[in-house]
């Protein structure tokens, strides 16, 4: 197989070592399969000799067309979303299954696969609470797009970016999983350094779920001083009537789950180049991708807060993006309270 060809821990990370040679291979994939759905041993012995990625591949762009019928037909642009947060574990799911079909060693990709899962866990959790499985539920902010481009931009824009483009990220994401797979004939167990980054991994999904909880939290409480004006002991009706969350890790970043889930994907685009002794390699694409689309996301997301609370410009003004800036250390280390918490507003 040619994913076993490699000569030196440097080439696993080579896109033009291992991904470029098997590309042929996407375009014999969709006729073998043909020929062999009556014998599952022809289609695993397809599975097997095929490279993993050109496999997952062919997946995504699969997918590709399935969300762009189905979401001209529905007229409802989330169909991505709903799997956001599902197809990186199972592109994780199929580098083991195919490490271990072909033998090889899979520890770093076992502590991998077990923080995507949980990330996976965390983010499907909270997209299913707010509603995002719910018939007919769809981002806000796609109606938003669609009204300023008008509907034949927007048609474009859902083949080539909501429907393709999208598809493609989250497979482009797992990459480091892929070197990490082509990599294990060369490495032995895990080391100290592999543990770090597992641990790195985990913590940063415990901060995302603890910013999640408490946007939850403000939220819910918000609603309900709003429709019965009772007030919950943890919050202050001059923090409930600003309409968004200001305390705990949101008094240190507008977006700590953002900022959370851009570090998680640069550290296992690290963890990779670690596992193959490279200083950077062609994975940093998903990473950086991503990174990209949370920066336009999180744009539309600020200036959409901006027109609906007035207190948003003083928030923005106090507290960082992602990243605490140097005053607010300061004040916190000086014991100030959270930011603009002794403003009132009318806006619910």
Same mark, same amino acid.
């Given at each position: 197989?040619?994913?076993? *060809?490699?000569?030196?821990?440097?080439?696993? *990370? $080579?896109?033009?070592?291992?991904?470029?040679? &098997?590309?042929?291979?996407?375009?014999?994939?969709?006729?073998?399969?043909?020929?062999?759905?009556?014998? +599952?041993?022809?289609?695993?012995?397809?599975?097997?000799?095929?490279?993993?990625?050109? @496999?997952?591949?062919?997946?995504? +762009?699969? =997918?590709?067309?399935?969300?762009?019928?189905?979401?001209?037909?529905?007229? &409802?642009?989330?169909?991505?979303?709903?799997?956001?947060?599902?197809?990186? $574990?199972i592109y994780n799911i199929h580098y083991v299954v195919y490490a271990r079909i072909s033998g090889l060693e899979t520890e770093r990709l076992n502590h991998l696969l077990a923080f995507s899962i949980a990330w996976s866990l965390r983010l499907t959790f909270n997209y299913y609470r707010k509603g995002g499985? &719910?018939?007919?539920?769809?981002?806000?902010?796609?109606?938003?797009?669609?009204?300023?481009?008008?509907?034949?931009?927007?048609?474009?824009?859902?083949?080539?970016?909501?429907?393709?483009?999208?598809?493609?990220?989250?497979?482009?994401?797992?990459? !480091?999983?892929?070197?990490?797979?082509?990599?294990?004939?060369?490495?032995?167990?895990?080391? =100290? #350094?592999?543990?770090?980054?597992?641990? *790195? =991994?985990?913590?940063?999904?415990?901060?995302?779920?603890? *910013?999640?909880?408490?946007?939850?939290?403000?939220?819910?409480?918000?609603?309900?001083?709003?429709? $019965?004006?009772?007030?919950?002991?943890?919050?202050?009706?001059? &923090?409930?009537?600003?309409?968004?969350?200001?305390?705990? =890790?949101?008094?240190?970043?507008?977006?700590?789950?953002?900022?959370?889930?851009?570090?998680?994907?640069?550290?296992?685009y690290l963890w990779g180049c670690w596992t193959t002794r490279t200083l950077y390699n062609w994975t940093l694409v998903g990473a950086a991708s991503y990174i990209a689309l949370f920066q336009a996301s999180t744009r539309l997301t600020e200036l959409l807060s901006a027109q609906k609370y007035p207190e948003?410009?003083?928030?923005?003004?106090?507290?960082?993006?992602? +990243? !605490?800036?140097?005053?607010?250390?300061? @004040?916190?280390?000086?014991? $100030?309270?959270?930011?603009? #918490?002794?403003?009132?507003?009318?806006?619910?």
């Amino acid at each position: 197989m040619e994913l076993l *060809a490699m000569q030196s821990l440097a080439d696993c *990370a $080579s896109f033009d070592k291992t991904i470029h040679p &098997n590309l042929p291979q996407l375009y014999e994939l969709p006729h073998q399969i043909l020929q062999s759905l009556n014998s +599952l041993t022809a289609l695993k012995e397809i599975y097997q000799n095929s490279d993993p990625f050109v @496999t997952a591949l062919a997946f995504s +762009l699969l =997918l590709a067309p399935t969300f762009l019928i189905v979401s001209e037909f529905n007229k &409802n642009y989330s169909q991505v979303d709903r799997l956001w947060s599902i197809l990186p $574990s199972i592109y994780n799911i199929h580098y083991v299954v195919y490490a271990r079909i072909s033998g090889l060693e899979t520890e770093r990709l076992n502590h991998l696969l077990a923080f995507s899962i949980a990330w996976s866990l965390r983010l499907t959790f909270n997209y299913y609470r707010k509603g995002g499985y &719910n018939r007919g539920s769809e981002d806000y902010r796609w109606a938003i797009i669609q009204k300023r481009l008008g509907p034949s931009l927007f048609f474009l824009l859902n083949i080539f970016f909501i429907s393709l483009a999208q598809s493609l990220l989250l497979l482009l994401l797992t990459t !480091p999983a892929y070197i990490m797979l082509v990599s294990s004939q060369f490495m032995g167990k895990m080391s =100290l #350094t592999d543990y770090m980054f597992t641990h *790195a =991994l985990v913590g940063l999904v415990i901060i995302e779920f603890v *910013a999640d909880q408490q946007q939850w939290d403000f939220q819910e409480a918000k609603k309900l001083y709003l429709n $019965s004006a009772q007030k919950p002991d943890q919050y202050k009706p001059e &923090n409930l009537e600003r309409g968004f969350v200001v305390t705990g =890790l949101w008094s240190w970043s507008r977006h700590p789950n953002f900022a959370a889930e851009q570090a998680i994907w640069i550290i296992v685009y690290l963890w990779g180049c670690w596992t193959t002794r490279t200083l950077y390699n062609w994975t940093l694409v998903g990473a950086a991708s991503y990174i990209a689309l949370f920066q336009a996301s999180t744009r539309l997301t600020e200036l959409l807060s901006a027109q609906k609370y007035p207190e948003y410009a003083l928030y923005r003004k106090d507290v960082g993006k992602f +990243l !605490p800036r140097l005053n607010q250390i300061v @004040t916190k280390i000086n014991g $100030s309270r959270p930011p603009n #918490t002794e403003k009132e507003s009318k806006i619910k």
